[in-house]
């Protein structure tokens, strides 16, 4: 490899150190009793990153969840160079006290940062006693290769790269390939970074060993407009002397096929760029050039997202990527400057990982030497399989989400995914192997071809579960089992369709990033797990693929096709980053996307006449019962009125946007806007006794406008009673699809008709979430009835078992059974509000605020209702406690009287509303 770069660097840290002034403004007045905070972190949830792609990051903190600490009134942040200047001889940053309450995204507002660069920050608090807390531990983060220019790295491939065909198919995908390359290193290493990314997927080694512990990396982006980059710490796999590195490149989303893409024009390329500092200051870079060589004759024949992997161990090529290869018979590779218009940024959310691991619950030998693993449970990853066989037998391992009648694997649903691994040995004996270039969704493994005189045993196959490595932080359980069971299904749902962007489904010929799918799941999401990186990334990427005329692609990263845009479905680019705003706190998210939220109010606006807007929709997709003329899959809720409503939305959260901007113009001409088109809604859509005149009457029809806030109060009172007809009219059943069912929830709640929707939702008849649960569900489905005890699978075309969308219900989960719901953005301000229903005698849930836990349990016991809740430092809360307010409510305890933590504000006729300070409390009340 050739040696870029060769230059001295002195280090003059300590020199400067006593230089550096002690910050006047951050003398300590009072003793330091309190904890330090915690939790430390970087933009949207990064601990101590390296490779971090953000030079005006922001800082965010978690106060100690103690009885001292109850709120933040001032703070201090220092960052530094070196760890050792900290606190008191920051270099980089000192923000002085604060007199403030901000605890999330406060921004860096230091030296200017560029590349590669490493800080060093810590920060105290005050507290509102104005006591100061003792200086956190020290976090860090450290810059990635942030612009095109600081990558000296080409692009590399073999000069031609082959396909390969599935067996027994004609679908294609590209031989994996295979490069490496020797290099020395001559002196000792203080730290060494590998920067790497592919046009299609990569797995670096250095020395024979992997390099992290990423798969399907660097993952999915509009691959002509931005490239996200990894960075690695190569320290420990590096030695004095000759070393070597070798990847393995497959063509992943980049180069393979995918639904309405077809096979693109491209074969996959990889670029790295390794970095080595040498404790005398110097540093060596190593970078993929013309030295490299590359062959397609190794194990993995090939790998594409739909098809599977072929791997024949009789091509292992011992120890490719170490020193002793003798790679004289590989081929010289090609290599290409870097594309000045594909920008290369650091990725900006946790990158796929292996994050579970599950063994089978049974094993069945369906034939002769054909065996199903059932994992117990509908998952998305590979599998890890350790299976005896002989030499040059090939294993076919095939995977289902479902079984047929007969005991045999169902694939129909897999359409044109041929979804099949195939391993070839080399020698008798047993094997291991794990896929490492697809995906599949599956809940059963069948093998065949291995050695038939062993007798199969579960310990076979791993379930390897695969996804964005998020940290999952909601405990949710109930007193009912079947709640708990669609609480676990959602889960597994979201799991399941957020490997590296968010999916439709993760198992047929599609796993594309539905962007209706994406804005029905984005607020349940937030409670399920530590999505808001996940989101910014993916928000990124719907800016990346946004057309000039403001036009949002179906699907993002966009497949082409015909369909440019969509109401319900492209709207995500205003629904998704206000959701984040909300959960998260973080003003960041509107200021990347206002523009583009303008953009596709633009794109109404050139499609409107009369506020009424021509554009295409999906409508209110897969409603039961659809009586559509042309397509059952589009429901009958008028399109015209799912459009306008949708227009609506979109400029409403536009306005609010540029509202919280602080753009008042703004905001105030999207609100006028906003008015005409509720006026002309109403006017057009709804006859003067609140009935719907356009199209057939729907649940969906009166849930949007009630939802969206779209009609006068007069109309609203006219129309609820319309809306309460319809789901009668259903003997109190569901008769929404993907736009009406997350919003059935939220409207029922709002006019107060709880208890309806307890019953709907514990309805166990179709079209019901708990119907799916009685077919055996344990992800959520694309149909409620994509599989029924009675008539088998659904005929249907579309028919995936892990479709995240009907788990929209989850917000009401946490938000009304568990009650816990942020009034203020980002759970500044929280309403703990359950309200019991249904058959529940108790609930619980705990959320990982931006705050710091907050949680809720309740049981009925008797005749009195308890309820427990924990309330995080630097919030406040209103708890609406149910119960019969005509006596009284015990607090802790005690008969409650005012006091400074918990102030009674109001009684409704069923609950007590209290305000209480941060802590734990526990009420009961005669219910
Ligand atoms: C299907 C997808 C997705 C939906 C679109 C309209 O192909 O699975 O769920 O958003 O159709």
Redesign the pocket.
């Known amino acids: 490899m050739h040696i870029l770069t060769r230059n001295k660097l002195t280090f003059v840290v300590f020199g400067i150190l006593f230089l550096v002034s002690c910050s006047s403004n951050q003398n300590t007045t009072t003793t330091t009793n309190n904890n330090a905070p915690q939790d430390l972190i970087v933009s949207e949830g990064f601990k101590n990153p390296i490779g971090f792609y953000d030079a005006t990051p922001s800082f965010s903190w978690k106060l100690p969840q103690n009885k001292n600490v109850k709120k933040q009134t001032a703070y201090s942040i220092v960052g530094a160079s070196n760890p050792e200047l900290l606190p008191d001889n920051a270099d980089l940053w000192e923000s002085g006290k604060i007199e403030s309450d901000q605890t999330l995204f406060v921004k860096y507002k230091g030296k200017k940062l560029s590349s590669r660069q490493k800080v060093y920050w810590q920060l105290k608090f005050w507290d509102q006693d104005k006591k100061t807390s003792d200086w956190s531990e020290v976090a860090n983060f450290e810059l990635g290769l942030l612009n095109n220019s600081d990558w000296k790295a080409k692009w590399i491939s073999l000069p031609k790269v082959d396909k390969e065909k599935a067996p027994k198919t004609n679908k294609k995908s590209y031989k994996v390939q295979y490069l490496r390359k020797d290099f020395t290193i001559d002196s000792k290493i203080a730290s060494a970074r590998l920067y790497i990314t592919a046009k299609g997927l990569f797995e670096a080694e250095i020395n024979g060993k992997k390099v992290g512990d990423d798969v399907m990396a660097p993952g999915w982006t509009p691959y002509n407009k931005r490239i996200e980059t990894l960075t690695y710490d190569a320290l420990d796999h590096l030695q004095k002397g000759t070393n070597a590195i070798g990847i393995a490149l497959a063509e992943g989303w980049y180069g393979g096929r995918l639904m309405l893409r077809g096979y693109p024009k491209v074969s996959p390329k990889v670029m790295c760029q390794l970095e080595v500092k040498y404790t005398n200051g110097e540093v060596q870079t190593f970078i993929t050039d013309e030295s490299w060589t590359a062959t397609q004759d190794g194990p993995i024949v090939y790998a594409g997202i739909y098809d599977g992997e072929q791997y024949d161990a009789r091509k292992e090529q011992k120890a490719w990527s170490t020193k002793t290869f003798n790679d004289t018979s590989w081929q010289k590779v090609i290599a290409e400057d870097i594309d000045a218009t594909i920008k290369l940024t650091p990725k900006r959310h946790n990158t796929v990982k292996s994050v579970q691991e599950l063994v089978p619950i049974s094993i069945t030998e369906i034939d002769k030497g054909v065996v199903i693993f059932d994992m117990g449970q509908n998952m998305v990853g590979v599998p890890r399989i350790k299976v005896p066989m002989h030499k040059e037998g090939t294993l076919k391992i095939r995977f289902a989400e479902m079984l047929q009648q007969d005991g045999r694997m169902y694939t129909k649903n897999y359409r044109g995914a041929v979804s099949t691994d195939y391993y070839t040995a080399k020698e008798d004996g047993q094997i291991a192997y794990q896929p490492t270039f697809t995906f599949h969704g599956f809940r059963y493994v069948e093998l065949s071809g291995f050695d038939v005189s062993a007798t199969p045993d579960k310990s076979w196959v791993t379930g390897i579960v695969q996804h964005s490595d998020y940290k999952l932080n909601l405990e949710f359980s109930s007193s009912h089992k079947k709640l708990n069971q669609l609480q676990s299904n959602i889960i597994w749902g979201l799991r399941g369709n957020t490997l590296d962007i968010p999916t ?2 993760p198992q047929r010929d ?1 796993r594309a990033g ?1 962007t ?2 994406a804005q029905v799941i984005a607020p349940t999401s937030f409670f399920i797990g530590d999505v808001h990186s996940f989101w910014m990334s993916w928000l990124e990427s719907l800016r990346n693929d946004q057309d000039e005329d403001g036009a949002v692609p ?1 699907m993002v990263p966009s497949l082409g096709g015909r369909l440019k845009a969509g109401a319900g ?1 492209s709207d995500v680019i205003t629904i998704v980053p206000w959701e984040t705003y909300l959960r998260t706190g973080d003003v960041g998210v509107l200021e990347e996307n206002y523009t583009s939220m303008k953009k596709w109010v633009g794109f109404y606006q050139s499609k409107a006449k009369n506020h009424i807007v021509k554009m295409f929709t ?1 409508g209110d ?1 897969l409603q039961p019962y659809s009586t559509h003329e042309r397509d059952e899959r589009f429901g009958v809720t008028s399109n015209k009125l799912i459009i306008t409503a949708y227009y609506a939305r979109s400029v409403y959260l536009t306005s609010q946007t540029a509202k919280v901007l602080g753009y008042q113009a703004e905001a105030k001409q999207y609100e006028l806007l906003f008015d005409a088109i509720c006026d002309v809604f109403q006017e057009q859509f709804f006859d003067t006794q609140g009935r719907i005149i356009e199209g057939p009457e729907t649940q969906t029809a009166y849930l949007l406008p009630l939802a969206f806030d779209l009609l006068d109060q007069e109309l609203v009172q006219k129309a609820v009673p319309h809306l309460l007809e319809q789901i009668k009219l259903t003997d109190n059943h569901l008769r929404t699809g ?1 736009l009406g069912t997350p919003l059935l929830p939220l409207v029922l709640d709002k006019i107060g008709e709880t208890d309806l929707m307890y019953e709907i939702l514990f309805k166990e008849t179709y079209p019901s979430w708990f119907y799916s649960i009685n077919q055996g569900a344990t992800t959520m489905w ?1 149909r409620w009835n994509s599989y029924t005890i009675k008539d088998g699978f659904n005929k249907g075309g ?1 028919n ?1 078992f892990n ?1 995240y ?1 009907y788990g929209a219900i989850g917000r009401w989960m946490y938000e009304r059974i568990a009650g816990i719901k942020s009034t203020k953005v980002g759970f500044k301000e929280i309403e703990i509000a359950p309200i019991p229903g249904g058959p529940l005698t108790s609930a619980a849930a705990t959320y990982n605020s931006p705050y710091g836990k907050v949680s809720s349990s309740w049981k009925l016991v008797g005749k009195q209702f308890h309820l427990e809740i924990k309330v995080p430092p630097n919030t406040t809360a209103q708890v609406l406690v149910p119960g019969n307010t005509q006596e009284g409510i015990e607090v802790n305890g005690v008969e409650f009287e005012d006091n400074s933590d918990v102030k009674l504000l109001s009684k409704t006729k069923e609950a007590f509303v209290l305000k209480v300070t941060p802590g734990a409390y526990s009420f009961k009340t005669n219910y």
């Open positions: 439709d489904c599609e539905w209706g799918d179906v479905w999906h997709w993907f694309e579309m995936s479709h969308a």
